[in-house]
């Protein structure tokens, strides 16, 4: 009777550790899932096209929506250096608005299959989450460790 007892004990023991194991392993996938988005989203903004952007017609006196974080939403036609100009919804913040609306130009890069996905030339790219990449980095290690352990 205290030998099935034991064997019992010994596979439930077995059980928790392949849990724990599992659970260690999805927090890592996780917490490297935003380093590796960020870093996918400077390389697509720093290899994206260059255009330039105006408001898509003079009779636009106002933005067509603005949200809580201050930033609004535009019509602007977008002439990219190589290829044909179309119109398209972006958002900008409040002071670029007023400046698109009083007659400047912007240059912009955009990403080629989604000009909403922009970033104005002079600001500096997105930044990367480091401490998720490295909280990343120490749970593999424990999962690494958790593998030897018995």
Not at 14 to 40: E, Q
Not at 87 to 96: A, E, I, K, T, Y
Not at 116 to 125: F, K, S, T, W
Request: glycine letters at 8%.
């Amino acid at each position: 009777m205290v030998d099935a007892y034991e064997r019992y004990k010994e596979g439930r023991s077995l059980l928790n550790k392949n849990i724990f194991r599992a659970v260690l392993f999805c927090m890592c996938v996780g917490a490297a899932i935003g380093p590796l988005a960020d870093f996918m989203d400077r390389r697509d903004l720093r290899n994206g096209k260059p255009a330039t952007v105006v408001v898509a017609s003079r009779h636009i006196k106002a933005p067509e929506r603005c949200f809580a974080s201050g930033d609004c939403q535009l019509s602007v036609k977008v002439t990219p250096d190589a290829g044909a100009p179309f119109h398209h919804l972006m958002v900008f913040n409040r002071s670029r608005i007023d400046r698109l609306l009083q007659g400047d130009t912007m240059r912009v890069r955009y990403v080629a299959d989604r000009p909403a996905r922009h970033l104005v030339e002079g600001d500096p790219l997105p930044p990367i989450g480091w401490g998720m990449a490295l909280l990343s980095l120490a749970l593999l290690g424990t999962f690494g460790v958790s593998l030897r352990l018995k």
